[in-house]
Each structure stands twice: as structure tokens, then as C-alpha cells.
């Protein structure tokens, strides 16, 4: 189970196993060092993907030995722009997800300069209308 803590007195991302009772075993893995938040897993399981404090995504190797789970090095995959920096003000933190082919869909600023979106429903019968004139 991969999860944030702030025991430390900053959020950090964290991994704990369950044995079959849904009980934790023991021990925790912090996959973090300088902040994280949101973990969420590759679909293969093999990688753990976090929002730094900076609004970076990044991304952790991970492998199973002997029962234990270990963290590899932690390698920021790009700079984002999230939405409060991973942290919501409302408590959801969900502002990123990876799908089964491993893209990211991710909740971001829309820059106040972008131009607005127009949709324009029913043109078919606004242009028959315009020929028939």
C-alpha cells in the first residue's frame, strides 16, 4: 500500500505490506526524501509514481526482495502544474492518475492567456439554413 505520511513533520510518500489479513507487516519503505505527495502505482506494479514539493511528477523503481519491497532511485519524469502543488485545499489529493498503458492524466493550470474552447452544436442545420437563403 503505497501512502502519504507527515510523521516527520513534512508529507513524504510511503510504502507498506499487507499480508493476507490486510494486517501491515512490518516495516515501511519511504520512497520519498525531499517531499512527496499523491503516490500512485504503475499498472505493472514496478514502478511508484509522487508529486515533489516543487510540482515535479516523479518516479521510484521498485522491487520485491525477500518479502520486503525496496525503493529505487527516485528521477523526476517532468515538471507539472498541478493544481496547489499536489495538495488540495478541499482534502482531495487525487490530481493525478496513470492509466493501464501507463499515460498520465493529470488535473493542471490552465494559463490565463490560452484561448477559450468554443463548441458549437448543431452547425449542420445552422449552415442548411444559411444556403437556403
Known amino acids: 500500500m503505497a501512502y502519504e505520511t ?5 508529507y513524504q510518500t510511503a510504502v507498506r505490506g499487507f499480508d493476507g489479513s490486510c494486517t501491515p507487516t512490518s516495516g515501511e519503505a519511504q520512497f520519498s526524501n525531499d517531499g512527496g505527495v499523491t503516490p500512485r502505482w504503475a499498472p505493472d506494479g514496478k ?9 515535479k511528477l516523479m518516479a ?6 525477500n518479502g520486503g519491497i525496496e525503493p529505487g ?10 493544481l496547489f502543488g ?12 496513470v492509466d493501464k498503458n501507463g499515460r ?15 463548441v458549437i452544436q448543431n452547425w449542420q442545420s445552422a449552415l442548411s439554413a444559411r444556403e437556403n437563403r
Open 60 to 65: 521510484v523503481p521498485v522491487e520485491v526482495r
Open 6 to 10: 507527515d510523521a516527520s513533520g513534512r
Open 86 to 97: 499536489g495538495r488540495s485545499p478541499w482534502g482531495q489529493n487525487h490530481q493525478f492518475d
Open 73 to 82: 532511485r527516485a528521477t523526476a519524469l517532468f515538471q507539472t502544474q498541478i
Open 47 to 55: 514502478e511508484l509514481y509522487y508529486i515533489a514539493p516543487d510540482a
Open 104 to 118: 498520465f492524466l493529470i488535473d493542471t493550470v490552465i494559463e490565463k492567456s490560452a484561448a477559450p474552447i468554443v
